[in-house]
């Protein structure tokens, strides 16, 4: 009998041609062997994972709220963390944002779905970043679109570029990550996030910010969020970089009308996000002070990314260049002219280290960049990674 099952394929929609495995998940199988030192994933340290805290949160909440903690829910989320939510807004950004706005989603990779679902036919123009997020791009493509990209500079995206693709594609949506992107690892400029929600507030776009490592910054001084000078930009947040990411929970918070058509897409999708996790998160902010843990968090990532800056000023030819991010957890690498990253890739299996391929962030093509997570190895790790991966680009280039 054939393990391969029965063919589906001439009853398959249409978009599912569209649909691609994520390279990343498919990299991490390679690195699935355990000698391999990997910088490939995407993955916050376990070590910052509150255990104990959450196993206590979990049993107050079955304790005091028995069966309802169980019950099914609304569809918007549980209102006592959507109000956390929002006052966690005004205190730390300034933005003025009432709970009703907030949809509590799984991760905020579900609110990039439902964005997609309720404003995206095929053939819509959708404006993205480059390099962009992978999932991103994979949860809008489902929706048929047509993808067109704006450079990411150092300090956001070239301004031009933007307003001509503003002018010329009219996207339906702009997707920006202005804090510590993911996979570049930079942020725009004060200057920039100005004329960004100047240029999108003017016009008929859905700016989106999503921003799942804001709050992770380890050196210097917050920067406003594009909201502030595009009211109706739509704001992605997660927490998964500040509490754990297994527990699926992020946000969406959006203006009335897409909120409500969000709601409803959503009740088609999984009724509500899971409410006992809702609650256990809750509990657990409500009972632990998330500013610390948080500060935590930061100082770990801070010397990890350090320590990499270090490692790859040490071990990697000069002309190699490399972002030296404030915040986040990924580091990007551009390779000079002439070295292939697909082929660094198999030479760096090859030698026991990985990392992402940068072509996995483009939607057209680039075979010069590779993002490097920093977050989830420790320093000796990170150095030795390192040393193996500028020996494997020594031999690229010589081969
Ligand atoms: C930019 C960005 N957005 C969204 C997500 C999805 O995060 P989650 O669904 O865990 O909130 C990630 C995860 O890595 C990300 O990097």
């Known amino acids: 009998m054939s393990t391969a099952g029965p063919d589906f394929s001439a009853l398959l929609a249409r978009r599912t041609q569209r649909m691609q495995r994520s390279a990343i998940r498919e990299i991490l199988k390679v690195t699935e062997d355990p000698e391999i030192i990997s910088f490939a994933g995407g993955l916050p340290n376990p070590r910052t994972f509150p255990v104990a805290d959450v196993a206590e949160a979990a049993a107050k909440v079955l304790r005091e709220a028995g069966t309802s903690a169980l019950q099914y829910a ?3 989320g549980y209102r006592p963390l959507r109000e956390f939510i929002a006052r966690r807004y005004w205190e730390k ?3 003025r944002i009432d709970p009703d706005e907030i949809l509590i989603t799984n991760g905020s990779q579900q609110g990039l779905d439902l964005l997609g679902k309720v404003l995206l ?3 819509d123009p959708v404006l993205l970043e480059r390099p962009a997020y992978l999932g991103a791009i994979q949860a809008f493509s489902s929706y048929e679109p ?3 990209a704006v450079t990411l500079e150092d300090d956001g995206p070239n301004l031009a570029e933007l307003e001509a693709a503003l002018d010329r594609q009219r996207p339906k949506l702009f997707y920006t990550v202005p804090n510590f992107q993911n996979p570049s690892g930079l942020s725009y400029s004060a200057a920039k996030r100005e004329v960004v929600g100047r240029l999108c507030g003017q016009r008929p776009v859905v700016l989106v ?6 709050e992770l910054r380890f050196r210097g001084e917050p920067l406003p969020s594009l909201k502030h000078h595009c009211p109706s930009c739509v704001l992605l947040g997660s927490f998964s970089k500040v509490v754990a990411p297994g527990l699926r929970l992020g946000w969406i918070c959006a203006p009335r009308q897409l909120m409500d058509l969000m709601v409803t897409a959503k009740q088609g999708v999984d009724l509500h996000s899971n409410y006992f996790s809702q609650r256990v998160v809750h509990q657990h ?3 632990h002070d998330l500013d610390t843990h948080i500060a935590m968090v930061r100082a770990l990532y801070g010397r990890q990314c350090d320590a990499m800056v270090a490692a790859i000023k040490k071990h990697f030819p000069a002309d190699v260049k490399s972002s030296e991010p404030d915040g986040g957890m990924f580091l990007w690498v551009r390779l000079p002219e002439g070295v292939s990253v697909m082929e660094l890739f198999k030479v ?21 960049h ?6 989830n190895s420790d320093e000796a790790r990170i150095d030795e990674g390192m040393r193996r991966l500028g020996e494997a680009i020594r031999q690229v280039r010589v081969g």
Do not use: H, M
């Not at 910010?209 to 804001?214: A, F, K, L, N």
């Open 370 to 375: 590779l993002r490097l997570n920093f977050s």
């Open 348 to 368: 760096a299996i090859a030698r026991k280290v990985a990392f992402v391929p940068g072509s996995a962030f483009f939607i057209d093509a680039d075979d010069r």
């Open 121 to 123: 036919d095929a053939g």
């Open 209 to 214: 910010q999503d921003d799942p490592y804001g």
């Open 74 to 76: 609304t569809t918007e």
């Open 93 to 95: 950004q300034q933005l």
């Open 146 to 148: 047509k993808f067109s």
């Open 285 to 287: 902010l409500l009972d």
